[in-house]
């Protein structure tokens, strides 16, 4: 069965930075539309940052400039960094992948899904 596992969150303080990684086994990361997703309290689940088969990434609005998705191919991982954390990106972050051969990494083609990690910046 295909698992994600993500490792690397945490508390930190607001201007901080954490690396969120997700550990893929029983499936293929670097030929795969991958992504992050969060949901904070109350709220309902968003994407954050998508990363094509290709390596074409996109991100969310708030997050552009402060955080990279990217790949290793070598671990078979995904990576998020996050820099200039804000106590609002404080969430449950989950790494998720597609099985779409050939994705074009729209939000509803994800449908593997890690158990998520918590991720808390302080003011």
């Known amino acids: 069965d295909v698992q994600l596992v993500e490792s690397g969150g945490g508390l930190v303080e607001s201007g901080g930075s954490l690396r969120l990684s997700c550990a893929a086994s029983e499936f293929t990361v670097g030929d795969a539309c991958m992504g992050w997703f969060r949901q904070a309290p109350g709220k309902g689940r968003e994407v954050v940052a998508r990363?094509?088969?290709?390596?074409?990434?996109i991100y969310e609005e708030s997050v552009k400039g402060r955080f990279t998705i990217s790949k290793d191919r070598a671990k078979n991982t995904l990576t998020l960094q996050m820099n200039s954390l804000k106590p609002e990106d404080s969430a449950k972050y989950y790494c998720?992948?597609?099985?779409?051969?050939?994705?074009?990494?729209?939000?509803?083609?994800?449908?593997?899904w890690g158990r998520g990690i918590l991720v808390s910046v302080s003011s």
């Open positions: 990363i094509s088969g290709v390596d074409a990434s």
């Open positions: 998720a992948a597609s099985a779409i051969r050939g994705s074009s990494c729209a939000t509803t083609d994800f449908s593997y």
